[in-house]
């Protein structure tokens, strides 16, 4: 028993409240809807019209248990109800006095209670420490109803009439601005002198609140027009914030970058960088432009992976396996792979290589740069920079622009979250320039072995070191690769594949692949080794393996339609059968002439589709000595002709021809494919046997083909993309090739198994020329 109170058992109809609260001797309404809710209601409507109200701990919980709300609550007269729509029933009742909750007799169909009800026994006169209590709790409370014009003038003279503190302190807890649990807190405070000495600190604080936001409300009032209603609020509410010490949001936020920048182990000068940036966000406005900037430039630096890094693979014998799982061939690339893996290991400080993977298409160089960072254990990062024109995308834009983002290298390895991946450059050789700049020039400093440890964006503006990256690039031709930039890069010749290496590579991974892409199994779909071998020689002709796996992806189509359609279990393709599925063959197997022609001689030209027959044909008529070249040739081309033409000329009795026939004759010189342009600097030597063929009359050899430039002093000159040459040799049923004496060190690299069914003959002079490919 608590001094000055008894208690009486009692039992009532339980309703949990939501989001008020309720003192005794106050009025308030509310409205409930939930069915125990309803069903406590009727029952109490039944009885006495009391009810017991206790406030629910959290608001959201729709069917609350006992724990779910606070013992101490009100007992509560019910002085009106009115059904309002949807079910929902409004309800006006009374205080009347505090109880407790004893126990709980049931929970359905409604919450039904035993209460200790507690009656205070209030006799006069006061004490004085009650007395003084009560004058100081109306002297606080006119204060805070001048400042708070919430409250009606009239509150103070209604409360003076109250003589029972225990009245006196709930109805002025009912009056005040307080949070539900605040009222709880008050509820639960038996005494009312205590609960008064409670109220009176809640009404100080609340009245230096409010003056201190009356006095704020002046100064921002005098600042902002009417026109500025937005505004004004918003500066209202942070100076509120500012004053009660909760404007923290812009602290908070420096805090947790500062916090990020400490984790991100940046250099010290990018750090002090950062922290100088991000000081600037305590001295504008969070929603200023400017802020948006600087978080964005800040969340890049601490995005960058300054520090980390993934572990290289040291099992040099996993590394070879890896390479040779995904690639057929390619050995000089895996070799230099595993060097540098070798390497490594010994010195931990090793640079990235940055090598140059230079090849026709679909011959793998894409797809070895992807294998080369599964077999080092390291991220992988691809960029394409066929057709890039803006130096910008290399190396970003300058933050002075709207919308500036960092260039692709550094926005690639903040991606990659690693600072030494195997990163791509795809096509390097397709970049071009315009009036924004020349991408080629920016590219110098990235891989220059020498700079790119301080490579600086445009948007990052601080030095971020690209020594741990291995950079590899792609390229189907050197010649538009800028020197500067080309001289930077370790150039790797990736040539095109040979009759046997195409039939490995398709029955060890493209047959697979294929099935394995169109659902299907191994099993459901059998290609013949010899069918292999008809699709190489017959349906394609090219230096990679593209047209060779659509053609196999063709032929694992058509026998998908066969299994759904035909419920085939197994479809066997040979070379019998090829014709059903592809069509009539594209290529004959021999491709050179049938018999010896004169003035027709075959050439051997490299494209970046590889390498490529070309027949030079001339023919001879009666005229006066003109020179006439067809077949979209270029400038290169038309000068070897000329060349040619000149060195025949000067030296006419070597070849026995009479030099009259020059003024009397005219010389036309004809390459066919005459849609295709045509430029290169091997075609001299060709182009001169075939003009002497024409002149002498004498045929050329139909199983020889040529390459080689020539002056016009006749020497034979070296040429480039030799085994892509002599591949389509190969392919074309050639078997002697006439090359420059000084391309012996490039035919002592190229595989046995090409040259095996040929004859390779050197020659330093036209004269050595035309003695092999004249009859």
């Known amino acids: ?252 936020e420096v805090d947790e970058y500062l916090k990020k920048i400490e984790e991100a182990h940046m250099p010290k000068e990018v750090k002090e960088k950062a922290e100088k940036e991000v000081s600037k966000l305590l001295k504008i406005s969070s929603s200023s432009p400017d802020a948006g900037v600087i978080r964005t430039y800040v969340d890049w630096l601490i995005d ?26 390619l050995e000089e690339v895996k070799e230099r792979i595993l060097e540098y893996l070798a390497v490594k290991l010994i010195n931990k400080n090793m640079k990235g290589p940055i090598l140059c993977f230079v090849g026709p298409p679909g011959v793998g160089k894409t797809s070895i740069a992807k294998s080369i960072a599964r077999a080092m254990n390291r991220k992988y990062v691809r960029i394409s920079l066929g057709g890039v024109r803006d130096e910008a995308e290399i190396r970003g834009h300058r933050r002075t622009y709207i919308g500036a983002i960092p260039g692709r290298i550094i926005s690639s390895i903040a991606k990659a979250k690693v600072n030494n991946p195997v990163f791509l450059l795809d096509e390097i050789d397709k970049l071009s320039s315009d009036f924004k700049g020349d991408p080629a020039s920016a590219l110098l400093e990235a891989l220059d072995p020498e700079q790119h440890g301080t490579f600086t964006d445009h948007y990052i503006e601080a030095p971020f070191s690209l020594e741990n990256v291995m950079f590899i690039t792609t390229a189907n031709s050197t010649s538009t690769i800028p020197e500067p930039l080309l001289d930077r890069m370790e150039v790797i010749e990736i040539s095109g594949y040979t009759d046997i290496e195409k039939r490995n590579i398709a029955l060890k991974y493209l047959v697979k692949k294929q099935v394995s892409e169109h659902g299907l199994k191994e099993k459901q779909v059998k290609i013949s080794e010899n069918a292999i071998n008809e699709i190489i020689e017959r349906y394609t002709r090219e230096s990679g393996v593209r047209n060779l796996e659509r053609n196999i992806g ?87 002709a000329m060349a040619a033409l000149s060195y025949i000329k000067a030296n006419a009795e070597k070849f026995n021809i009479d030099y009259t026939m020059f003024k009397e004759t005219d010389i036309h010189v004809h390459v066919p494919e005459g849609a295709i342009p045509k430029d290169g ?26 390459t080689g430039e020539i002056t016009i002093t006749g020497r034979v000159l070296p040429i480039g993309g030799l085994k892509d040459k002599l591949l389509a040799a190969k392919r074309a049923g050639i078997k002697k090739i006439v090359l420059c004496s000084k391309n012996k060190a490039d035919v002592s690299k190229i595989d046995n198994k090409i040259l095996r069914s040929m004859e390779i003959v050197y020659a330093d002079r036209i004269e050595d020329v035309v003695k092999e490919a004249l009859r």
């Open 1 to 252: 028993m608590i001094d000055n109170y008894s208690t009486e058992n009692r039992n009532l109809p339980l309703i949990p409240i939501r989001g008020i609260g309720i003192f005794p001797d106050t009025v308030i309404h509310f409205d409930i809807g939930r069915e125990k809710s309803i069903n406590a209601l009727e029952e109490a409507m039944l009885e006495d019209s009391d009810i017991f109200l206790t406030v629910q701990k959290e608001a959201d919980i729709d069917s609350p248990k006992e724990d779910d709300f606070y013992e101490v609550g009100v007992i509560c007269k019910i002085k009106q109800m009115i059904k309002m729509p949807g079910d929902n029933i409004r309800v006006l009742v009374e205080g009347i006095r505090r109880a407790k909750i004893v126990s709980i007799i049931q929970e359905e169909p409604y919450f039904e209670v035993v209460l200790d009800e507690y009656i205070y026994n209030f006799e006069l006169p006061l004490d004085d420490r009650m007395e003084a209590m009560v004058r100081l709790t109306m002297d606080n409370f006119e204060e805070y109803s001048s400042v708070y014009p919430k409250i009606s003038p009239d509150a103070a003279i209604t409360l003076k009439e109250i003589n029972n503190p225990d009245k006196l302190a709930d109805v002025v807890s009912s009056y005040i601005y307080l949070k539900t649990e605040q009222k709880q807190s008050l509820l639960e405070i038996f005494d009312p002198y205590k609960r008064l000495e409670k109220i009176n600190s809640i009404l100080a604080k609340e009245i230096k609140v409010l003056q201190i936001e009356s006095e704020i409300s002046e100064v921002v009032k005098k600042q902002v027009s009417e026109f500025q209603r937005d505004y004004y609020l918003k500066e209202q509410l942070r100076a509120i914030q500012k004053e009660l010490g909760e404007d923290e949001s812009a602290e908070f």
């Open 681 to 706: 600097p091997s075609a001299g030597i060709t182009m001169a046997t075939a003009i002497i063929s024409a002149l002498t009359k004498k045929p050329v050899r139909k199983d020889v083909a040529m």
């Open 304 to 329: 960058l992976p300054w520090d980390k890094k993934t572990k290289d693979n040291t099992d040099l014998k996993k590394a070879r396996a890896i390479l040779s799982e995904d690639h057929y061939g």
């Open 554 to 640: 063709k032929l694992v189509r058509k026998s998908a339609v066969q299994i759904a359609e035909k419920k085939k279990k197994t479809v066997a393709i040979n070379n019998l059968n090829l014709k059903n599925y592809l069509g009539i063959p594209k290529y004959d197997y021999d491709l050179a002439y049938e018999e010896d022609q004169v003035g027709v001689v075959t050439g051997l030209a490299w494209t970046q589709s590889g390498g490529e027959t070309l027949f030079i044909e001339v023919n001879t008529m009666k005229g006066d000595g003109k020179l006439q070249l067809t077949g979209q040739l270029g400038d290169v081309m038309k000068e070897s």
